[in-house]
């Protein structure tokens, strides 16, 4: 079927059959609505996955959120307010370390976050517990304190007992709480508001002011420290267009194909005729989004993109994404299995989050960062959550709820309705449905019309269940294929 550069067309296939999770493995237990994208515009895109949909090649899917075993919250960061805490500063500052000596880190994981934002529940590993900086190790047997005799042992000279102190120093302050400090600190602002006076607080020994802590570096300063001029390495990331391909794509195509053959069977542990080259085109290399270049979008446009990060001009990971008019959507990452210690699943999404506060420079609608599905029933896909400020899209009212307020309910049950007004519902229900726009023997016509011209028996219900799960507006602009 021929694309079109104004509509998005689609078949529908609608999602009763359970099929195996690549999660808890439950043979049945996934279950997810599906359609087939011949053509999407980046506006229908960003309308989908603001409903919970997700692309894998030009098959776009929605997991059926209260049946399906493990269910999948969308979820985004907003790169505007983003701060990278302390475990992802460490990566950046691991990248650096290799960039300038040029040593692999011995461990993959190294206590650090988790290391990959892909989709794939097998090539996520549990984070593994923290590891303190400073630690007490006790050799041998721990023995309980015996009085001491009157007899000295050899080579050893007794400690004589301290003497008894003589109490508190009268000539100083008294010890005070540090809650009763700031009690009163907090009381004398108040008097100096009511009295407008310095003289309110007179009676109150005067404490010096806590100092505002240094401000916060941002991700970029972090992300230019990491790559020193001086460095052994050089480290660079390409954005190259994937659909349609770019020459630079075109060019670098075999050597992309090889790092993600690597990742596959190393980390997958794929045989090594699953990782085709036909299967990697379908996988990450095809894709349904009609490219833009408006005046007001970024320089790049919009569309799906791949960026590379090359070592000294070699490819050693290839992060997935599509550029939308309200965010950059990550959808697979792979990478060289050699630097599996370089943590770089992290590091990739650092750099996408800095890609996406800069585009947002340009276009300020573009501000978020989708990371895809947040699984909070599977303890090892819960990284994403570390990324803050970050949100998770309601399954049933289709906003966009804090994960703060989340979290405790997920904590109780794996499904949830997040929105916390009762009688709230989905503003883009399905209120008529003969306005929904169907594509039949060649010819665009809302479903009223469809609806008469059709023999056989009625399809309504399919067409109401796929106008529901797309919502009335992008049910009115994308094109419903009718045989």
Same mark, same amino acid.
């Given at each position: 079927m021929a694309a079109s550069s104004?509509?998005?067309?689609?078949?529908?296939?609608?999602?009763?059959?359970?099929?195996?999770?690549?999660?808890?493995?439950?043979?049945?237990?996934?279950?997810?609505?599906?359609?087939w994208s011949h053509a999407l515009t980046v506006q229908d895109y960003q309308d989908l996955i603001d409903r919970g949909w997700r692309r894998s090649g030009k098959y776009i899917y929605k997991p059926i959120m209260n049946q399906t075993c493990c269910p999948q919250y969308t979820i985004r960061c907003d790169s505007t307010?983003?701060?990278?805490?302390?475990?992802?500063?460490k990566i950046l500052k691991k990248m650096s370390k290799y960039l300038c000596k040029g040593e692999l880190p011995k461990s993959p994981s190294d206590g650090e976050l988790m290391d990959s934002l892909c989709e794939d529940a097998g090539s996520c590993d549990a984070p593994a517990t923290c590891r303190s900086e400073v630690s007490v190790s006790v050799e041998g047997p721990v023995e309980t304190a015996k009085s001491a005799g009157p007899e000295k042992k050899a080579g050893r000279e007794q400690t004589p007992p301290p003497k008894p102190g003589l109490g508190a120093d009268p000539s100083r302050p008294p010890c005070r709480k540090a809650k009763e400090v700031r009690k009163e600190r907090k009381l004398q602002k108040e008097?100096?508001?009511? @009295? %407008?006076?310095?003289? #309110?607080?007179? !009676?109150?020994?005067?404490?010096? =002011?806590?100092?505002?802590?240094?401000?916060? +570096?941002?991700?970029?300063?972090?992300?230019?420290?990491?790559?020193?001029?001086?460095?052994?390495?050089?480290?660079?990331v390409r954005l190259v267009r994937s659909t349609p391909p770019s020459s630079q794509f075109k060019a670098t195509f075999h050597e992309s194909y090889q790092v993600y053959k690597r990742y596959q069977m190393t980390v997958h542990k794929d045989p090594p005729d699953k990782p085709s080259e036909s299967q990697f085109r379908r996988f990450l290399c095809d894709s349904p989004l009609e490219p833009e270049n408006p005046s007001d979008g970024p320089d790049c446009g919009y569309g799906s993109f791949h960026q590379q990060y090359c070592l000294n001009g070699k490819i050693i990971a290839v992060g997935v994404i599509d550029i939308l008019p309200a965010c950059v959507s990550s959808v697979y990452?792979?990478?060289?299995?050699?630097? @599996? %210690?370089?943590?770089? #699943?992290?590091? !990739?999404?650092?750099?996408?989050? =800095?890609?996406?506060?800069?585009?947002?420079? +340009?276009?300020?609608?573009?501000?978020?960062?989708?990371?895809?599905?947040?699984?909070?029933?599977?303890?090892k896909m819960r990284y994403k959550g570390?990324?803050?400020?970050?949100?998770?899209?309601?399954?049933?009212?289709?906003?966009?709820?804090?994960?703060?307020?989340c979290l405790p309910k997920l904590d109780l049950t794996r499904y949830s309705r997040f929105n916390e007004t009762p009688e709230a519902v989905d503003v883009s229900r399905v209120k008529e449905l003969g306005k929904v726009l169907v594509l039949h023997k060649r010819t665009v016509m809302p479903y009223l019309l469809y609806a008469r011209k059709r023999t056989g028996?009625?399809?309504?219900?399919?067409?109401?269940?796929?106008?529901?799960?797309?919502?009335?507006?992008c049910a009115e602009r994308m094109l419903l294929y009718r045989a």
């Amino acid at each position: 079927m021929a694309a079109s550069s104004t509509y998005s067309i689609v078949e529908y296939f609608g999602g009763e059959d359970g099929y195996k999770c690549g999660y808890c493995k439950n043979e049945n237990g996934n279950f997810s609505h599906g359609m087939w994208s011949h053509a999407l515009t980046v506006q229908d895109y960003q309308d989908l996955i603001d409903r919970g949909w997700r692309r894998s090649g030009k098959y776009i899917y929605k997991p059926i959120m209260n049946q399906t075993c493990c269910p999948q919250y969308t979820i985004r960061c907003d790169s505007t307010n983003f701060q990278p805490s302390k475990p992802q500063k460490k990566i950046l500052k691991k990248m650096s370390k290799y960039l300038c000596k040029g040593e692999l880190p011995k461990s993959p994981s190294d206590g650090e976050l988790m290391d990959s934002l892909c989709e794939d529940a097998g090539s996520c590993d549990a984070p593994a517990t923290c590891r303190s900086e400073v630690s007490v190790s006790v050799e041998g047997p721990v023995e309980t304190a015996k009085s001491a005799g009157p007899e000295k042992k050899a080579g050893r000279e007794q400690t004589p007992p301290p003497k008894p102190g003589l109490g508190a120093d009268p000539s100083r302050p008294p010890c005070r709480k540090a809650k009763e400090v700031r009690k009163e600190r907090k009381l004398q602002k108040e008097l100096q508001k009511q @009295s %407008g006076r310095e003289a #309110g607080s007179a !009676s109150f020994p005067q404490t010096e =002011a806590a100092r505002p802590p240094p401000p916060s +570096k941002t991700i970029e300063e972090l992300i230019a420290e990491s790559l020193p001029a001086d460095a052994v390495y050089k480290l660079e990331v390409r954005l190259v267009r994937s659909t349609p391909p770019s020459s630079q794509f075109k060019a670098t195509f075999h050597e992309s194909y090889q790092v993600y053959k690597r990742y596959q069977m190393t980390v997958h542990k794929d045989p090594p005729d699953k990782p085709s080259e036909s299967q990697f085109r379908r996988f990450l290399c095809d894709s349904p989004l009609e490219p833009e270049n408006p005046s007001d979008g970024p320089d790049c446009g919009y569309g799906s993109f791949h960026q590379q990060y090359c070592l000294n001009g070699k490819i050693i990971a290839v992060g997935v994404i599509d550029i939308l008019p309200a965010c950059v959507s990550s959808v697979y990452l792979y990478y060289d299995p050699d630097y @599996s %210690g370089m943590s770089l #699943g992290v590091y !990739s999404a650092l750099r996408e989050l =800095a890609f996406t506060r800069q585009l947002h420079e +340009k276009a300020p609608r573009l501000r978020y960062y989708y990371m895809g599905f947040y699984i909070h029933s599977c303890p090892k896909m819960r990284y994403k959550g570390q990324y803050r400020p970050s949100d998770l899209l309601c399954p049933e009212t289709y906003v966009w709820v804090p994960i703060e307020r989340c979290l405790p309910k997920l904590d109780l049950t794996r499904y949830s309705r997040f929105n916390e007004t009762p009688e709230a519902v989905d503003v883009s229900r399905v209120k008529e449905l003969g306005k929904v726009l169907v594509l039949h023997k060649r010819t665009v016509m809302p479903y009223l019309l469809y609806a008469r011209k059709r023999t056989g028996p009625s399809d309504e219900e399919t067409v109401l269940q796929y106008a529901g799960l797309v919502g009335q507006q992008c049910a009115e602009r994308m094109l419903l294929y009718r045989a």
